[in-house]
């Protein structure tokens, strides 16, 4: 399977806790996404990153949230002291610079869970 | 931030047309997009149409844009019941900060 990837698929933590999610994007693509949907929502943009560079951040991205792209491929994000309202489906997305604009491929998400 | 709006559910008979609406506020907006969402698989862009066309056709797929009035549809023709799925609109200028809508949750019956 070459889509996008993410892992875990579901996490269920205690308030407080930390969690990291793991994003493996489409191998040739060089941008990735990460957006948070909640029940009967559309996805809303967290972050964006070229290569390696975060170039993009939504104002949703508490200093709580922290996204990171090492070395321009896998990607991880990090909520610290996870609260209820955290609790939603984190998904990943990826493209190609140059590709048709919005042509984003999204995995089939982290759910969190936050008791 | 700028909203887009949606009919939340549309039930329709196979075979039938869908007809699926959206509005939106941010006249910026260079280009316009449907994704579809099935359960437990990640969203697929559909089609998408830059905002100085009208209308874009693709199979079984047609979107009309009327930009005056900031209102964008897909209509799928012999809509099947593989079609059942969430369809979102999204619009966006720069490819990456898309701004969705909440779905339009579309039932197709036998």
């Known amino acids: 399977d070459t889509g996008v990837s993410q892992d875990p698929r579901h996490k269920i933590t205690k308030r407080g806790q930390n969690v990291t999610f793991r994003c493996d994007p489409i191998?040739?693509?060089?941008?990735l996404y990460w957006y948070r949907q909640t029940l009967g929502q559309g996805p809303e943009f967290l972050t964006y990153?070229?290569?390696?560079?975060?170039?993009?951040k939504s104002r949703l991205l508490s200093d709580r949230f922290s996204a990171e792209r090492p070395k321009g491929s896998f990607s991880t994000l990090e909520i610290q002291r996870t609260e209820q309202g955290d609790s939603a489906m984190y998904l990943c997305?990826?493209?190609?610079?140059?590709?048709?604009?919005?042509?984003?491929?999204f995995g089939e998400g982290s759910r969190l869970t936050v008791l | 931030g700028e909203d887009v709006e949606q009919s939340l559910f549309l039930s329709v008979r196979e075979g039938d047309s869908s007809v699926i609406n959206c509005t939106y506020t941010?006249?910026?907006?260079?280009?316009l997009y449907w994704y579809k969402q099935e359960p437990g698989a990640g969203l697929q862009l559909l089609t998408y149409?830059?905002?100085?066309?009208d209308m874009k056709q693709d199979q079984r797929l047609t979107v009309l844009l009327n930009k005056k009035d900031k209102h964008l549809s897909l209509r799928i023709a012999d809509t099947q019941t593989g079609d059942s799925a969430i369809y979102f609109c999204?619009?966006?200028?720069?490819?990456?900060?898309?701004?969705f809508g909440k779905g339009t949750s579309l039932l197709v019956t036998p």
């Open positions: 149409i830059f905002s100085n066309m």
């Open positions: 999204a619009e966006g200028d720069s490819g990456y900060a898309l701004n």
């Open positions: 997305a990826s493209s190609l610079a140059g590709g048709p604009p919005g042509e984003l491929f």
């Open positions: 941010d006249s910026s907006s260079t280009y």
């Open positions: 191998s040739e693509h060089n941008r």
């Open positions: 990153f070229q290569n390696e560079a975060q170039l993009e």
